[in-house]
């Protein structure tokens, strides 16, 4: 025995294989059992017409049905279809005289299914093994030649010429050894007595019995044949079947009652006394079925599954009390019942899921199976409502998991979706599993700010690097998408880039100065930020931020009028006759800066006579106190004070000269006062007023009367309002925004006349209405509007006006003759 082992051992296996192309596309491989893990059986990329190269992408793998355990595997690299685990075809077929085992090769991408039938050839792996070691034989010495007593026969798991071939008995003068059939098909061994026992003479014997099968090498079993000789037992019991048949669903507790078999003995006594046995069981029936050797009753002693075996086949002997016996066959069926629930596996999955996937993309595999049959096996599979994804059938259990919608990572980020497969049994059984998906993220979402538009307010004068505002930005993008990046974009504030007023932090999204701001310059601006995220491309949105400079009081109070020091030397007339209240003269400055910080006030701090005139707080007019009196000095200097209302206060001082006189030829201080200049100057200067004041009223008379004839004017009165100012004496560019200046007051001078220069001038000048006060509009009429200012001359002229229309013309010549004589 043991030398056909080490025989077989040295040699090894050979193996062959045989490639069969069904209609269908499935192939059959021949293959024999106990091969060598990796042992080629074939070339199954060949044999299917596959790309070697793509098996691994592919993800090609072969299932077993019915069964978890890989028996066979594929070479990747080569294609060849190796053995994985060892093969015992008397595990998967038992005594089948043909053993096919089925399998599936799946491929991925595209889904591909083929069946591969494993055909597995017996080899001579097992030895004939007898029931026991030892049979005991009790014979009569009655027993006449050619008697013959039933010897189990040996059981050889392998089929063909492999199982159990011969026996050889051992040389003894009394029995020799014979193989009978019965009529079920089955083999036993017989006995046969050829020459009469003699108790006397040998109460027992002892023979070895040895069976042979017919492989190669021949593998063989023994058992010792223990005879004892006793008197005469001449029947043996008889089975009242020769097959019996039961049928056992499975899951059947224990001591389940299958069958009983019975045999009954002619003879009496102990002779005619049965009790039965198992003959011919394997280890596995052993341990799921008992017998009674006295009842014959079999019952369940195991687990009874179906999906381990579906019938089931046992050798009952009845032997009577001397030793003869016979025995039966019994077939036991197995039905089906549904208690295996269906097994969900996961054959494929992607994970993550780009959140950028178009409806209907597959991103797993699930294949279903279930260990019972028929409709017990039959499987429905759902999905949980509410996520974005089904179930599609496939190739016989195989189900395409796919999307249906969608899928927004900044809405759902993760899925856990349950699987339920549910089979068709009653009651049906189902199974549950359980799949985690995660969304990878994809740039989809710029950054947005959290308000439509940002306002930042500073004070002018700021330091530069000071905090405007804070512009903020969300991105619900994952990492790098979602991480924002401020810049402010391109662009111009009065004419300069927009990065030399403001920058902003990148990372925090603060917005700082980079320079001082003026607001007499510039009052408020606009900056485009930008927030950009770090994907890939990059998105980006765009928010206005309004930067509004607010005023400080930083700029102290202009004078216009009177000039300041070092300008034309300017002196008011003030007639004799003038009342208390009469206007004088009004002082007329403006501040560059806005709100409380440009509201003026005027206050005369220093004059040569304190009771005599007075100034209004707030327009600054300067009227007369009281009448003038002949004590009263010709000339009179004040100075006049202008506060601002900012904190703190910032003020601006002037000198305003009066001339108290009916008629300039009545003033000789005017001489001293303005005679600065060459004669040969001052002369030409005023030959040149004279002629053009001369053209100028003449040009005007014959305009005014020909407009009083189209038209009715009302009286204008020269000096009815505040005092007009030449546009020498505004500065550049001036303006009052907001309509919070000094020149708010609607007072209207026609004309005025200045001295005190020997460049003096008589100057008419329109009157204004209007908030603000610019620079290049003082002193532009249009003829038609002197017109209007001498429409009228029915009017009385109050103290300290002058009517142009009652002032003649040659009244006008002699006073200036007068005013040419005095000077030289």
Request: hydrophobic content about 35%; charged content about 20%; glycine content about 6%.
């Given at each position: ?97 043909s ?9 991925e ?68 050894f ?23 003479e ?25 005879v ?8 043996a ?34 002779n ?18 008992s ?24 050798f ?47 991103v ?62 009653s ?17 989809d ?99 206005t ?46 501040d ?73 030829a ?47 004017r009302k ?52 009157s ?57």
């Open positions: 025995m043991m030398h056909l082992r080490s025989v077989l051992q040295s040699y090894g296996f050979v193996f062959f294989f045989v490639v069969v192309r069904y209609a269908h596309g499935d192939l059959s491989y021949s293959v024999q059992e106990e091969l060598k893990r990796g042992s080629v059986i074939g070339n199954i990329a060949k044999d299917l017409g596959l790309e070697v190269g793509r098996l691994s992408a592919r993800k090609a793998r072969v299932d077993m049905e019915e069964n978890d355990r890989q028996y066979i595997g594929i070479n990747l690299r080569s294609g060849d279809l190796v053995v994985a685990e060892r093969i015992d075809r008397e595990e998967h077929c038992g005594e089948k005289p053993c096919v085992l089925k399998f599936e090769l799946l491929l991408n595209p889904l591909e299914l083929h069946r591969l039938s494993l055909q597995v050839q017996d080899v001579n792996d097992n030895a004939p093994i007898f029931p026991k070691d030892v049979v005991k034989l009790e014979i009569t010495e009655s027993a006449a030649k050619g008697a013959r007593y039933r010897i189990n026969a040996a059981q050889d798991a392998d089929i063909g010429k492999n199982s159990v071939e011969s026996y050889i008995l051992e040389q003894n003068p009394h029995f020799v014979s193989i009978q059939t019965t009529s079920a098909g089955s083999r036993y061994g017989e006995l046969v007595l050829d020459q009469e026992l003699d108790r006397e040998q109460q027992e014997l002892k023979l070895l019995l040895t069976a042979v099968d017919g492989g190669s090498p021949q593998r063989s079993g023994t058992v010792v044949i223990h004892i000789v006793l008197d005469a037992n001449d029947n019991p008889v089975f009242t079947e020769a097959v019996y048949t039961a049928t056992l669903p499975e899951n059947s507790p224990m001591k389940t009652a299958v069958i009983t078999v019975r045999a009954s003995d002619a003879d009496e006594g102990v005619g006394e049965v009790t039965y046995e198992f003959s011919r069981i394997s280890d596995k029936l052993q341990k799921l079925f017998l009674d050797d006295k009842t014959g009753e079999i019952s369940v002693s195991g687990d009874i599954d179906y999906e381990e075996g579906r019938k089931y086949e046992v009952v002997e009845a032997k009577d009390g001397y030793g003869l016996s016979s025995d039966a066959k019994v077939i036991i069926d197995i039905t089906d019942v549904n208690d295996n629930a269906p097994v969900i596996h996961l054959k494929s999955l992607t994970n993550p899921i780009p959140e950028n996937v178009s409806p209907g993309t597959e797993g595999i699930i294949n279903v199976q279930d260990r019972d049959s028929e409709s017990n096996r039959q499987v429905r599979c759902s999905i949980q409502q509410g996520a974005p994804f089904k179930l599609v059938p496939s190739i016989k259990n195989y189900y395409s998991l796919v999307t249906t919608g969608q899928l927004d990572r900044e809405l759902v980020s993760d899925y856990n979706i349950t699987i339920t497969a549910t089979d068709e049994g009651p049906p059984l189902s199974s549950s599993k359980s799949v985690q998906l995660s969304v990878a993220d994809i740039n979402n710029p950054p947005v700010f959290e308000d439509q538009s940002y306002s930042a307010y500073v004070s002018e004068n700021n330091k530069p690097g000071s905090t405007l505002c804070s512009v903020t930005a969300r991105d619900p993008d994952w990492r790098q998408n979602g991480t924002v990046i401020y810049s402010v974009l391109p662009g111009e504030v009065n004419g300069a880039p927009v990065s030399s007023y403001v920058s902003v932090n990148g990372d925090t999204g603060v917005i700082h100065a980079v320079r001082s701001f003026d607001y007499e310059q510039l009052r408020s601006f606009k900056v485009q930020v930008m927030a950009r995220d770090n994907g890939s491309p990059p998105l980006s949105s765009n928010v931020v309004s930067v509004f400079v607010s005023d400080v009081n930083d700029n102290s109070p202009q004078i216009l009028y009177p000039a300041p020091e070092g300008n034309s030397f300017m002196t008011e007339l003030v007639l004799k006759a003038a009342h208390g209240g009469s206007l004088v003269s009004k002082v007329i400055a403006v560059a800066d806005s709100g409380q910080n440009a509201w003026l006030s005027y206050e005369i701090v220093k004059s040569t006579d304190p009771g005599l005139f007075t100034i209004g707080v707030h327009s600054g007019e300067i009227r007369t106190q009281r009448d003038i009196s002949e004590s009263d000095s010709m000339k009179q200097n004040l100075i006049v004070a202008v506060k601002d209302n900012g904190q703190p206060s910032l003020s601006a001082t002037c000198s305003m000269y009066l001339l108290i006189s009916d008629n300039l009545e003033v000789p201080e005017l001489k001293d006062i303005s005679y600065d200049e060459k004669n040969s100057k001052l002369t030409s200067y005023l030959i040149i007023a004279l002629v053009s004041v001369s053209t100028f009223f003449l040009t005007f008379i014959i305009i005014i009367l020909g407009v009083r004839f189209c038209r009715r009286p204008r009165l020269l000096f009815d309002g505040a005092v007009a100012i030449p546009s020498a004496y505004l500065p550049p560019n001036y303006a009052d925004v907001d309509g919070t200046g000094t020149l708010r007051s609607a007072y209207n001078y026609d004309a005025y006349l200045t001295t005190g220069s020997r460049t003096s001038d008589f100057k008419f000048v329109t204004y209405n209007d908030n603000t006060l610019p620079a290049d509009q003082t002193l532009r009429k249009s003829p038609s509007d002197f017109a209007d200012v001498f429409g009228d001359c029915d009017g009385s002229p109050e103290v300290g006006t002058l009517n142009m229309i009652d002032f003649p013309v040659t009244k006008m010549l002699g006073t200036l003759s007068d005013a040419l004589a005095l000077l030289n």
